[in-house]
């Protein structure tokens, strides 16, 4: 018989972990009351203080390096929301021409997931033809 243990995701980790802060604790109250709006502060809809769009990590070794350890030693991302913010594209063509027709390779680098794709195109494809060779690779 299999066992199913829930865990608690890095952000909820890090939420848990920025109530004992009073610091952040103090900023996310000035948020709320509407006074903190010049410092780049914000909370999210689960109440998760932010800076810059960057999760704001008390100074705990033990949970840093656990969240580390989830970014870094996973195969997915943390948050579908972060993993655009990493993702670079790139066409590499004049190659030449293979029996299939192909003379480009499409290049899509995900920074997050440590991971590249070698995608190859035409270079006559229209715009809808690499949209469906992302999700068909990608994704």
Not at 110 to 129: G, N, Q, W
Request: glycine share 0%.
């Amino acid at each position: 018989m299999a066992a199913l243990s829930v865990q608690s995701t890095p952000a909820e980790k890090i939420k848990l972990a920025q109530i004992s802060v009073e610091e952040f604790q103090r900023i996310s109250k000035a948020i709320k009351e509407d006074a903190q709006r010049e410092l780049d502060f914000t909370l999210t809809e689960n109440s998760v203080l932010m800076f810059r769009d960057r999760l704001c990590v008390p100074s705990d070794t033990q949970l840093r390096k656990g969240v580390l350890s989830e970014a870094h030693d996973s195969p997915y991302p943390i948050s579908s929301e972060w993993k655009w913010k990493h993702v670079t594209m790139d066409f590499v063509t004049r190659l030449p021409r293979t029996p299939s027709d192909v003379n480009a390779m499409w290049v899509v680098d995900d920074r997050l997931t440590k991971t590249a794709h070698f995608i190859p195109v035409k270079i006559t494809y229209s715009m809808d033809e690499p949209a469906c060779l992302y999700i068909d690779n990608v994704i």
